[in-house]
């Protein structure tokens, strides 16, 4: 959209980037004790006020109406479409980006008036992605002269990991499942697309001679239809000096040995079972599917050498809290 926009789509759209950006600024604000609560909050207004924006350029009327054509109202203002409504009427059913936007739409009401810490670290990843898709659909949708990136900066970490565990609370436990469940609704495509759930490796850069427009911090977008981006991934894990000996499949089992792990925590169970489990919750694709290896990653991935299937140890856990601890 190069041409003026009007001034109904401007002010949406204003309100929109304010309040993508105060949300980044809060979720990288080291003092905040209740991160993903407010992150979430103002991302919902922020992808609210973007796709009213769209749809008012597009001329789409936006608001309820009565039964008798008039239109609904609040304290006088016309009743625009919640983030819900918009979202269904732009985005596929399976698009990730939508699936994305809907799990923090029913996150909202889970942890607006909650503090609940534990939640930063289990969202990291859709919480990326739902402002990388802010971004990509601002740019996309109202022209590069919008774009946040310019103005926003990575967050230093004094910590080289996440693996760090604090005590998680009850309530903290409810919500953390309730978002493996929907999770585990999901398409294997879909939660693992970085639409949904954006991934990323930090790597040490290591150099000698560095230029004054060099960072320290770069990203590399992972897009395997896209050669140039392809040959920047390569170059990056390349350029990795710490020396790993590799070990094939560590921290993965086979199917007999997910069973040998359920046994020990008392739970004896047959391999026709699991398989019945794989189906039900489909982690994985049948044997006739020509993509072998479109798994949810959490759960599973495909061993290409050996042409067939491993799991993981969270894989035995969610057995344990879905079928077994009922």
Known sequence: MN??????????????????????????????????????????????A?????????????????????????????????????????????????KNIELFI????????????ALDKELIGESQALVLNFEDWLIEKFGEQYALIDTLFVPIQLSRSLKRTLPVSKDETSVINFVKDYRGLLEAEVENSQQYSFKAYLIPKIGNH??????AIEFVKYDSDNPQEMEKYDEAIIAIKEKQVPVANINFLKPSMVLEK?????????????TDMWHKYKVR???????????????????????????????????????LNK
């Open 3 to 48: 041409r003026r926009l009007p001034r109904n789509v401007k002010e949406l759209l204003d309100k929109s980037i304010d309040s993508a950006t105060q949300a980044i600024s809060t979720y990288n604000d080291p003092r905040s004790s209740f991160r993903t609560g407010n992150f979430t909050v103002l991302m919902i207004i922020a992808w609210t």
């Open 50 to 98: 973007i796709t009213h924006a769209y749809l008012e350029y597009k001329k789409v009327n936006y608001f309820y109406k009565e039964k008798n054509g008039r239109y609904k109202r609040i304290d006088g203002d016309k009743m625009a479409w919640e983030l819900s409504r918009s979202v269904k009427e732009i985005f596929d059913t399976g698009d990730p980006i939508r």
């Open 106 to 117: 029913k996150l909202r009401n889970k942890i607006e008036h909650r503090n609940l810490p």
């Open 210 to 215: 560095r230029s004054s427009s060099d960072l």
């Open 262 to 274: 359920l046994k020990e925590e008392g739970y004896i169970k047959t391999m026709s079972w699991h």
């Open 285 to 323: 694709p049948t044997n006739d599917t020509k993509n072998r290896s479109s798994c949810k990653s959490e759960y599973c991935v495909y061993d290409k050498p050996h042409n067939d299937y491993l799991y993981t140890d969270a894989w035995v856990q969610y057995l344990i809290e879905k079928e």
